[in-house]
T-cell receptor, first 111, second 113 residues
């Protein structure tokens, strides 16, 4: 079936530390894995994505890794800042353009 | 700002009523997607349109319907509203069917009393 599991559900980190969020997916046909950041009262904002022919992608303080054999992918945020506080969602693309989302991770960065 | 616009931002209505949510995709995008976000169900895919035609259906109730017009804007119609329909409704758009990157609008918050 189409299922994306995301852990942890909440993550509290000190400013400057790293944050890691992990997701697993069920359908081996998935080939696109985006990450979205959602701030209070706003729509999800794409922050980084990775395609199945790539194992790792980095954009400044954000990186995503993909292990297709194990069907899991992770988001890494380094040198966290208070403005990184938000809910983060992973997703996997299934049929046509449908995205199956994880349940979300509430990240709180404390100064 | 993603370039996707949604109206209205907030909607308060009563059970049994019907509402229409509107979405304008980013300039040049042909695909429109509708998602529902509730506290207990998370972000759920409802339906996708591409260039005016329905392409994929998710967990969309029979009381809900959508369409995409020739100018590519889309409307989501919710009828016979129930308390449980209270949620955030997001529209997203992408260039085409194969183009994966979806950009989300700011959402419409629906409250059914």
């Amino acid at each position: 079936g189409e299922n994306v599991e995301q852990h942890p559900s909440t993550l509290s980190v000190q400013e400057g530390d790293s944050a890691v969020i992990k997701c697993t997916y069920s359908d081996s046909a998935s080939n696109y894995f985006p990450w979205y950041k959602q701030e209070l009262g706003k729509g999800p904002q794409l922050i980084i994505d990775i395609r199945s022919n790539v194992g790792e992608k980095k954009d400044q303080r954000i990186a995503v890794t993909l292990n297709k054999t194990a069907k899991h992918f992770s988001l890494h945020i380094t040198e966290t800042q208070p403005e990184d506080s938000a809910v983060y969602f992973c997703a996997a693309k299934y049929s046509w353009g449908k995205l199956q989302f994880g349940a979300g991770t509430q990240v709180v960065v404390t100064p | 700002d993603s370039g996707v616009t949604q109206t209205p931002k907030h909607l308060i209505t009563a059970t049994g009523q019907r509402v229409t949510l509107r979405c304008s995709p980013r300039s040049g995008d042909l695909s429109v997607y509708w998602y529902q976000q509730s506290l207990d169900q998370g972000l759920q895919f409802l339906i996708q349109y591409y260039n005016g035609e329905e392409r994929a259906k998710g967990n969309i109730l029979e009381r809900f319907s959508a369409q995409q017009f020739p100018d590519l804007h889309s409307e989501l119609n919710l009828s016979s509203l129930e308390l449980g329909d209270s949620a955030l409704y997001f529209c997203a758009s992408s260039v085409g069917v194969q183009e994966e990157t979806q950009y989300f609008g700011p959402g419409t918050r629906l409250l059914v009393l």
